[in-house]
């Protein structure tokens, strides 16, 4: 589904991905752990197309497609999707409406019809349902004054009206209590699809004992340092970064 | 003689003129009123941009004109004209006042509730003389403004809304000044009235318009008076010709635990000055000043207001968003004064300016002024181009660009629109918004 091969990228000048080769196939679950600033959200923003990234070298191609000959709105319709470390809030714009026009961009792309704000509202309750999040939320503008936790919430609640086919979450399971950890781990294994694929940016081992990875692999200074299966979070939780930097590794 | 100077000899010319008129027979305390106003106002005289006040904004074209009073009140448009003035969400009672003077051939005010008196104030001097005395030019608006002293000065007629103790108005009442195309410019000296009783509670939409293109000036006072517990209502909405002006006063002043609302919305004249005064002068009163200005052309905006905490215990939230393009201008500027001993006051000022063309330009200053200990104040101001994190977020989830600032535009707009109360009212005001910001019927809503 997603082929990375020699990615570098870098922001203002500053190249922050070395060359990162990574291999997704529909179905699969993969973690990318690593340190603060090892270049793990670069990489889910170039995934995404953000502006400020510039791709310096190597390619990626999804579903055999160049993805970074698309625009960042032509990846979404092609069902890329980024939940993001840090939700943008948009004022003015409910959560409703925001999430129809969304979808609707989305199903105009599939030749599908477009939803009516009737029909839209009944799946938009139901995906609510799963996240947890009030229908007072719907009517709130997108992210304001949110709480960490609801933004998250949000986010992954986006996913579920999206339903894409690369979701890609980044720090989602940051700053969420157990239990809002809970509801979106099992938002996003419901969502799991012998068809889709999801990559996990995160920092801690807990998240992954409510989705079971099928890869777990390691970011550390803008490369890809080690990959394993799901012992391997266990054994960076218990052992820390430090023995898998190149002079660590050497001796 | 300076410009200044005689233009101002031409107002007090008008103004001899105009007592002259028939007007001379107005109530003793009413002459004494209008015989301060013009007297101010030959103290004050135009103001220049060597005020601190006026800084940003420079009266000169309106200087320049020799706007007078309608022969015979001018035209009268026909009712079909209106039609496209009125706004049907703001209820189905309405006084129409075409060039500051009362039409009542226009106006529909039968079957008003008990305890709801509308009319013109040129009525009212005649029906209701004390409760009018009681509250007509009390605010002290005069006293600041030069503007406001010349509309006191010229005070003929104008809007009265009286409420009484306990009345709760079910529906809005609208009060609309139009001002039609003359052969030479005219002025209006549009002037309102509201009261509302304790624990009355009322809603009122102004709205001003004229015809489009037509070079007419708008002098507007409005004072609204809320009782104890009582809440009153006010939508403004400005949709003057393009090549008007239009300054106006609006002065609240609120008893214990009331409840004012004030929501102007600007889309027309070239030059609009609108000072905003509220006085929360009972404890436990709130107030919100939910303000929404969308420029484009060379037109210039400038709102000051003033938020006088006077008693302890009371709120006040503001919010200005402006949405500027072309050449366009936009001027705020937010005083918040919490007097001795109005402790516990909670106070929040925010004001946020889109700016869509390289060459439109926002000014907004905060001016807190607090002299109790014991408050919560935070104020805060932004300007600049389209948030490019904000269109990106949209772009990954599949709006198109053009998509994406047209909705991130139109939510500056919806996120002042989206504090209104009345449900048709808003719907109407979000289409205006909309066409104006998306260009015809737009989709995002
Ligand atoms: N827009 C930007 N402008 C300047 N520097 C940036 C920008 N984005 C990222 N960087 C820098 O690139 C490096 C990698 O940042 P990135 O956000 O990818 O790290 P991360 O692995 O996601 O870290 P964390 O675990 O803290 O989220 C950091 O040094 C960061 O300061
Ligand atoms: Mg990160």
């Given at each position: 589904m997603l082929e990375i091969k020699g990615l570098r990228a870098s922001v203002q000048g500053t190249e922050i991905l070395h060359g990162v080769d990574l291999t997704i196939r529909a179905g699969e679950v993969h973690a990318i752990m690593g340190p603060n600033g090892s270049g793990k959200s670069t990489l889910a923003q170039v995934l995404a197309g953000h502006p400020a990234y510039t791709v310096t070298g190597g390619t990626v191609t999804y579903e055999g497609k160049d993805l970074l000959g698309l625009a960042p709105e032509e990846r979404a319709r092609e069902g890329v999707f980024l939940a993001f470390q840090y939700p943008v809030e948009i004022k003015g714009i409910t959560n409703a409406y925001f999430l129809r026009s969304a979808l609707n961009a989305i199903r105009k792309h599939r030749g599908l019809e477009e939803l009516d704000p009737i029909d839209f509202i009944g799946v938009l309750e139901e995906k609510a349902k799963a996240v947890e999040l009030g229908d007072e939320m719907m009517n709130r503008p997108v992210n304001d004054g949110f709480s960490g936790g609801e933004k998250k919430r949000n986010e992954i609640l986006q996913m579920a009206v999206l339903e894409p086919r690369l979701a890609i979450l980044d720090e989602t399971d940051s700053g969420l209590d157990i239990d809002a950890l809970k509801t979106v781990a099992n938002a996003v294994n419901r969502l799991r699809r012998p068809d889709n694929a999801t990559l996990i940016v995160t920092h801690y081992q807990r998240l992954l004992n409510y989705i079971t990875p099928d890869f777990v692999h390691v970011l550390a200074d803008g490369r890809i340092v080690k990959s394993g299966g799901k012992e391997l979070a266990h054994e960076l939780e218990a052992r820390g970064y430090d023995w898998l930097r190149p002079e660590a590794a050497a001796v | 003689m300076t410009a200044p100077a005689a233009a101002a000899e031409h107002y007090l010319a008008a103004h001899?003129?105009?007592?002259?008129?028939?007007?001379?027979?107005?109530?003793?305390?009413?002459?004494?009123?209008?015989?301060?106003?013009?007297?101010?106002?030959?103290?004050?005289?135009?103001?220049?941009?060597?005020?601190?006040?006026?800084?940003?904004?420079?009266?000169?074209?309106?200087?320049?004109?020799?706007?007078?009073?309608?022969?015979?009140?001018?035209?009268?448009?026909?009712?079909?004209?209106?039609?496209?003035?009125?706004?049907?969400?703001?209820?189905?009672?309405?006084?129409?006042?075409?060039?500051?003077?009362?039409?009542?051939?226009?106006?529909?005010?039968?079957?008003?509730?008990?305890?709801?008196?509308?009319?013109?104030?040129?009525?009212?001097?005649?029906?209701?003389?004390?409760?009018?005395?009681?509250?007509?030019?009390?605010?002290?608006?005069?006293?600041?403004?030069?503007?406001?002293?010349?509309?006191?000065?010229?005070?003929?007629?104008?809007?009265?809304?009286?409420?009484?103790?306990?009345?709760?108005?079910?529906?809005?009442?609208?009060?609309?000044?139009?001002?039609?195309?003359?052969?030479?410019?005219?002025?209006?000296?549009?002037?309102?009235?509201?009261?509302?009783?304790?624990?009355?509670?009322?809603?009122?939409?102004?709205?001003?318009?004229?015809?489009?293109?037509?070079?007419?000036?708008?002098?507007?006072?409005?004072?609204?008076?809320?009782?104890?517990?009582?809440?009153?209502?006010?939508?403004?909405?400005?949709?003057?010709?393009?090549?008007?002006?239009?300054?106006?006063?609006?002065?609240?002043?609120?008893?214990?635990?009331?409840?004012?609302?004030?929501?102007?919305?600007?889309?027309?004249?070239?030059?609009?000055?609108?000072?905003?005064?509220?006085?929360?002068?009972?404890?436990?009163?709130?107030?919100?000043?939910?303000?929404?200005?969308?420029?484009?052309?060379?037109?210039?905006?400038?709102?000051?207001?003033?938020?006088?905490?006077?008693?302890?215990?009371?709120?006040?939230?503001?919010?200005?968003?402006?949405?500027?393009?072309?050449?366009?201008?936009?001027?705020?500027?937010?005083?918040?004064?919490?007097?001795?001993?109005?402790?516990?006051?909670?106070?929040?000022?925010?004001?946020?300016?889109?700016?869509?063309?390289?060459?439109?330009?926002?000014?907004?200053?905060?001016?807190?002024?607090?002299?109790?200990?014991d408050v919560k104040c935070t104020h805060g101001a932004t300007l600049g181009p389209i948030d490019e994190k904000a269109l990106f977020y949209l772009k990954s989830r599949g709006l198109g660009a053009a998509e994406a600032r047209a909705l991130v535009t139109y939510g500056f707009g919806a996120e002042i629109l989206g504090r209104m109360a009345i449900p048709e009212l808003r719907a109407q005001l979000d289409g205006l918004v909309r066409a104006r910001l998306l260009g015809g019927g737009g989709s995002a809503g």
């Open positions: - | 001899r003129a105009f007592l002259g008129n028939g007007a001379g027979a107005a109530p003793a305390w009413l002459a004494a009123l209008r015989a301060r106003g013009i007297a101010r106002f030959g103290e004050l005289g135009f103001p220049t941009t060597h005020l601190e006040e006026w800084r940003f904004t420079s009266v000169a074209p309106i200087v320049a004109t020799p706007f007078a009073l309608p022969h015979g009140g001018g035209t009268s448009p026909a009712e079909r004209d209106l039609e496209a003035f009125l706004l049907p969400g703001a209820g189905r009672h309405r006084l129409v006042f075409v060039n500051g003077r009362f039409a009542p051939r226009l106006s529909a005010t039968a079957g008003l509730p008990a305890g709801v008196t509308a009319m013109s104030l040129a009525e009212a001097l005649v029906r209701d003389p004390e409760g009018v005395r009681a509250h007509l030019g009390t605010s002290g608006a005069d006293a600041a403004s030069a503007f406001a002293a010349l509309n006191t000065a010229f005070l003929a007629d104008g809007a009265y809304v009286h409420v009484a103790a306990g009345t709760v108005v079910p529906e809005p009442l609208q009060i609309l000044f139009v001002a039609t195309a003359e052969p030479e410019p005219v002025v209006a000296h549009a002037r309102t009235l509201i009261v509302a009783e304790r624990l009355a509670q009322v809603a009122v939409v102004e709205s001003y318009a004229g015809a489009e293109g037509a070079r007419y000036l708008t002098n507007a006072v409005t004072e609204v008076v809320a009782g104890e517990g009582a809440r009153a209502e006010v939508y403004r909405i400005q949709r003057e010709s393009l090549g008007a002006f239009h300054v106006a006063t609006t002065h609240s002043r609120q008893g214990r635990d009331s409840v004012v609302h004030v929501h102007p919305v600007a889309f027309g004249a070239a030059l609009a000055r609108h000072d905003l005064t509220a006085v929360l002068d009972g404890a436990g009163s709130s107030c919100l000043l939910n303000g929404l200005y969308l420029g484009d052309g060379a037109q210039h905006f400038d709102h000051h207001t003033v938020i006088d905490h006077a008693q302890p215990h009371a709120e006040s939230h503001e919010y200005f968003n402006g949405v500027l393009d072309g050449r366009s201008r936009g001027v705020f500027n937010g005083r918040i004064i919490v007097r001795p001993g109005a402790q516990r006051t909670d106070s929040k000022q925010t004001n946020n300016n889109l700016l869509l063309s390289e060459e439109a330009r926002a000014d907004s200053q905060p001016q807190l002024e607090i002299y109790a200990d």
